[in-house]
């Protein structure tokens, strides 16, 4: 074994997440510019992601990315001056903003979702379908427990288990 496999070998899972989600990021970001759609914030794609599968809050969307209302909300008015998203009144109830994907979010959406999936199966042919259901399994605990150390407002897992479920499809 090389030295740079046994230092991945050992690298804390902290280390570990931050070099596997390049692998998303490279196999989402290239369907994306072959399709045109290169304008795509830092973040959007998962925000694009979430809106597309849930209804999502601008604040649920905050939380789930780590970032402050600032920043979610100036990552929205950007997906919807470049079209990706549409914010309307929430008939239900006037003090909410409803957030929906334009035909234009929805094809990205569809490409990010389709990018996911190749990676996920190929994963899955690597190491088999119980590890990366056990990595899932793992992640969880791990956002779990940011929920509970870090976030005095979050209900945990409970309040995000409609995204994360839709999240899987």
């Known amino acids: 074994m090389d030295q740079p496999e046994e230092a991945l070998r050992t690298s804390s899972l902290a280390a570990l997440m931050r070099a596997a989600r390049s692998t998303y990021a490279e196999a989402v970001r290239g369907p994306l510019a072959e399709s045109g759609f290169e ?12 809106i597309g599968l849930t209804e999502v809050s601008g604040g649920q969307l905050g939380r789930w990315l780590g ?6 909300s100036q990552l929205l008015d950007t997906l919807v001056l470049r079209g990706y998203v ?13 957030l929906t994907l334009t035909d234009r979010g929805t094809q990205v959406a569809a490409l990010c979702r389709k990018a996911v999936e190749r990676v996920e199966h190929r994963v899955a042919e690597i190491v088999g379908a119980a ?4 990595t899932r399994a793992t992640l969880l605990a791990l956002i779990e427990l940011r929920a509970q150390l870090f976030d005095p407002t979050s209900k945990g897992l409970q309040s995000d288990v409609q995204f994360r479920s839709a999240h899987r499809r």
């Open 67 to 72: 970032v402050s209302k600032q920043a979610v």
């Open 131 to 134: 590890y990366v259901e056990h």
């Open 39 to 50: 304008d795509i914030p830092r973040d959007g794609v998962f925000a694009l992601s979430a």
């Open 86 to 98: 549409e914010r309307s009144i929430d008939p239900a109830d006037r003090r909410r903003m409803r």
